[in-house]
């Protein structure tokens, strides 16, 4: 059975930072595209980061991109998503993803609906 298993949510102020981890089970982990999908109230779910397991190509979306950092540990099955300048519109639930494959991150990131597995979702809210 696959699991995905968020931690590391939780308030912060605007400018400070938090981490996220993922922890993946159930399935073979250096074959997938692993990423962070967030859902704020009243909005779509919007890919916001992912990392191919296989070679560790990243993406990211311009609304995080130079802030956020997505990182692998292939050794411990983990992904991290180390969020740093926070902004309160960064105040959102948000989701670990995995997807069967390699070299589909982009595409991934445009339609994070396209993700097969879904861990339970983490609150982060940023207060301004």
């Known amino acids: 059975e696959v699991q995905l298993v968020e931690s590391g949510g939780g308030l912060v102020q605007a400018g400070g930072s938090l981490r996220l981890s993922c922890l993946a089970s159930?399935?073979?982990?250096?074959?997938?595209?692993i990423g962070w999908v967030r859902q704020a109230p009243g909005k779509e779910r919007e890919g916001i980061s992912s990392?191919?397991?296989?070679?560790?190509?990243?993406v990211y979306s311009d609304s995080v991109k130079g802030r956020f950092t997505i990182s692998i540990d292939n050794a411990k099955n983990t992904v991290h998503l180390q969020m740093n300048s926070q902004k309160h519109e960064d105040t959102a639930v948000y989701y670990c993803a995995a997807e069967y494959g390699s070299g589909n991150g982009e595409c991934l990131l445009r339609s994070p609906i396209a993700y097969g597995y879904w861990g339970q979702g983490n609150q982060v809210t940023v207060s301004s």
């Open positions: 990392i191919d397991s296989k070679d560790g190509t990243t």
């Open positions: 159930g399935f073979a982990f250096d074959v997938y595209n």
